[in-house]
């Protein structure tokens, strides 16, 4: 099954090293399992999110810091790069079709774009409805916007991206939520084009693989701007 894992991921993701020390990284931060983030990243940064453990899903938005209503575009990356996996060499696009970032290194080799964030209600849809009180993705972003106290509103949580996370789609056209095929130190890292906001909800969804029924922290680390 290991096996099986890495070589699918060999075949369908763009793997490629960074070569940024985490020892020279401007800021670190673990993102405890279940917990939101936000922070602002300056054109020309690097920014690097590490799945510690493996398998966790890590939801994920972007804006430009400028405007938050030109945000990460889901169907506008898509159609640019003609694939609906994300990997080294994505350029992420806002809804205003600028780039906000480019992916220049990632050891994963597939993060989702499709499968969406998890909340109180989509639990208790998919799940059981005891399980719609239980914490979600959604939430941590509103919480995580609430506290920015920045403006933002329910209506900017939009179609986000789950890196680590494995959401295959089938000849058929179905979507289907497998077991991650990340694992412990696996990372993913951007270049900014524009001063961008991210805002993360480390997942903390048991009730579907996505994080191996047992979400797990997360490291977030910035670089400077290169001369
Ligand atoms: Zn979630």
């Known amino acids: 099954m290991v096996t099986e894992q890495i070589a699918e991921t060999a075949i369908l993701g763009n793997l490629l090293e960074s070569k940024r020390n985490p020892d020279l990284a401007i800021y670190r931060k673990v993102i405890p399992a279940g917990e939101p983030w936000i922070h602002e990243i300056g054109k020309g940064q690097y920014f690097r999110i590490v799945d510690l453990q493996g398998n966790q899903a890590v939801d994920t938005l972007f804006y430009n810091a400028h405007d938050y209503s030109d945000r990460y575009s889901a169907q506008g990356t898509i159609q640019q790069q003609g694939n609906i996996y994300l990997t080294t060499g994505t350029k992420l696009s806002s809804t205003a079709g600028t780039t906000l970032r480019t992916i220049v290194a990632d050891t994963c080799g597939r993060h989702d774009t499709l499968g969406g964030a998890c909340s109180n209600e989509s639990n208790m849809v998919r799940y059981a409805i005891e399980k719609r009180h239980m914490h979600a993705c959604r939430s941590s972003f509103l919480k995580a916007v609430t506290e920015w106290d920045h403006g933002m509103s329910k209506r900017d949580i939009t179609a986000n991206i789950n890196f680590f996370m494995n959401v295959p789609?089938?000849?058929?056209?179905?979507?289907?939520?497998?077991?991650?095929?990340?694992?412990?130190?696996?990372?993913?890292?951007?270049?900014?084009?524009?001063?961008?906001?991210?805002?993360?909800?480390?997942?903390?969804?048991?009730?579907?693989?996505?994080?191996?029924?047992?979400?797990?922290?997360?490291?977030?680390?910035?670089?400077?701007?290169?001369?």
């Open 169 to 227: 789609v089938t000849p058929e056209g179905k979507l289907t939520f497998e077991d991650g095929i990340s694992e412990p130190g696996k990372y993913v890292e951007m270049c900014a084009e524009v001063d961008v906001l991210a805002l993360i909800s480390n997942c903390p969804q048991l009730n579907n693989p996505c994080n191996a029924f047992n979400p797990t922290p997360v490291e977030v680390l910035i670089w400077a701007a290169e001369p």
